[in-house]
């Protein structure tokens, strides 16, 4: 089996910073992509952020420049620092990684999510 799990979710002021880390744990060969995605209440789940094996990082447009992907291959650990956050940041950050297990295809997993709330 594999687990995703999330932490450093919280509350937060505008402007301030959070970081996000999920680890992943298991029967693990290798792992692909890894990426966060966001769900704000009423609306559709979508990709913030994610990165490859080899560390290419990709952005939405709305966090370029302040929301920074990393990764720790050794740790089966992907980050994500939020800086200059805002009050539409706010929602529930899942974490998504391509795991591939012995003798099984690669596939999607996600964490159990982690809510983040940008208030004053």
């Known amino acids: 089996q594999v687990q995703l799990v999330e932490s450093g979710g919280g509350l937060v002021q505008p402007g301030g910073s959070l970081r996000l880390s999920c680890a992943a744990s298991?029967?693990?060969?290798?792992?692909?992509?890894m990426g966060w995605y966001r769900q704000a209440p009423g609306k559709q789940r979508e990709l913030v952020a994610s990165?490859?094996?080899?560390?290419?990082?990709d952005y939405a447009d709305s966090v370029k420049g302040r929301f920074t992907i990393s990764r720790d291959n050794a740790k089966n650990t992907v980050y994500l620092q939020m800086n200059s956050l805002k009050p539409e940041d706010t929602a529930v950050y899942y974490c998504?990684?391509?795991?591939?297990?012995?003798?099984?295809?690669?596939?999607?997993?996600w964490g159990q999510g982690t809510q983040v709330t940008v208030s004053s």
């Open positions: 998504n990684a391509a795991i591939g297990r012995f003798l099984v295809p690669p596939r999607g997993y």
């Open positions: 298991g029967t693990i060969f290798s792992i692909y992509v």
């Open positions: 990165i490859t094996s080899g560390g290419t990082a």
